[in-house]
Structure formats: structure tokens, C-alpha cells
């Protein structure tokens, strides 16, 4: 398997910040704005043949999956 493209929603000082690879990518007033954008770009990146998923990152730095292509009802790529 090779290495996937995982973006991470986390909040910033900004609002809500969507990463990947510690870069980030854009910042929306709302959390679930972000986790939409987040799971769109990570659906582009499978169609590419990329193995990709969102995850939000807590407080306490734990990274909470909560979509992968492929796996979850709503991808086009089950």
C-alpha cells in the first residue's frame, strides 16, 4: 500500500483549518464547511489512485477518522 493522503481538519486561531502533510490547504468559518471541503479534495485525490481519508484532530491531539474512499456509503469509490 502506498502512502495515503490523509487530511486533517483542526481548529485554528482563523476558524477551521483544512491540512495536508503540515501544509494548510484552506480555512473555513465552520467545522463542518471544512470536513465537506476536506472529504471532497480527499475523493479527488482517490479518483487519482490515491489512497486518502479525513480525519479531525482533537485538542489533545488525537486524530479521529471520520472518512476513507473507499469505505464509507456516500464515496463513489465503494
Known amino acids: 500500500m502506498g502512502e495515503q493522503d490523509l487530511y486533517i481538519v483542526r481548529s485554528s486561531r482563523a476558524g477551521w483549518a483544512v491540512s495536508l502533510n503540515d501544509k494548510t490547504l484552506s480555512v473555513f468559518d465552520e467545522r463542518p464547511k471544512a470536513i465537506e471541503a476536506a472529504v471532497m479534495v480527499a475523493e479527488a485525490s482517490a479518483r487519482h489512485g490515491r489512497v486518502s ?26
Do not use: F, N, Q
Request: proline share 4%.
Open 53 to 78: 481519508g479525513v480525519a479531525v484532530a482533537e485538542d489533545d491531539g488525537d486524530l479521529i477518522p471520520i472518512w476513507d474512499a473507499g469505505r464509507d456509503a456516500y464515496s463513489t469509490l465503494s
